[in-house]
Nanobody
Framework: QVRLVESGGGLVQAGGSLRLSCAAS????????MGWFRQAPGKEREFVAA????????FHTDSAKGRFTISKDNAKSTVYLQMNRLNPEDTAVYYC??????????????WGQGTQVTISS
């Protein structure tokens, strides 16, 4: 059974930082690429960042590049999203996702429940 559990969301002021965590079952983590997505109120879910199964390949969208960093800790079966210089436009529910592949490219089959991130101006 694939289980993804996000944590680390909250309310911060613009310019602040948050680190999101996604704990996965060991089997899921060792075999899958992982990604972060977000969905703001009234908008479609959008891709934020992803990391390959090995961790040697990462991708960040233009909105995340330079501010957000995805990483993983194999020993803890956890993937992180470090978010710096947050602004109100980053307010959204952030979802962790996983796919049965070594590559982060492609559709994601498994999803967490999401964690709310709210940035005040």
């Amino acid at each position: 059974q694939v289980r993804l559990v996000e944590s680390g969301g909250g309310l911060v002021q613009a310019g602040g930082s948050l680190r999101l965590s996604c704990a996965a079952s060991r089997r899921t983590f060792s075999g899958n690429a992982m990604g972060w997505f977000r969905q703001a109120p009234g908008k479609e879910r959008e891709f934020v960042a992803a990391i390959s199964r090995s961790g040697d390949s990462t991708f960040h969208t233009d909105s995340a590049k330079g501010r957000f960093t995805i990483s993983k800790d194999n020993a803890k079966s956890t993937v992180y999203l470090q978010m710096n210089r947050l602004n109100p436009e980053d307010t959204a529910v952030y979802y962790c996702a996983s796919r049965d592949s070594v590559s982060w490219r492609g559709l994601y089959e498994y999803w967490g429940q999401g964690t709310q991130v709210t940035i005040s101006s």
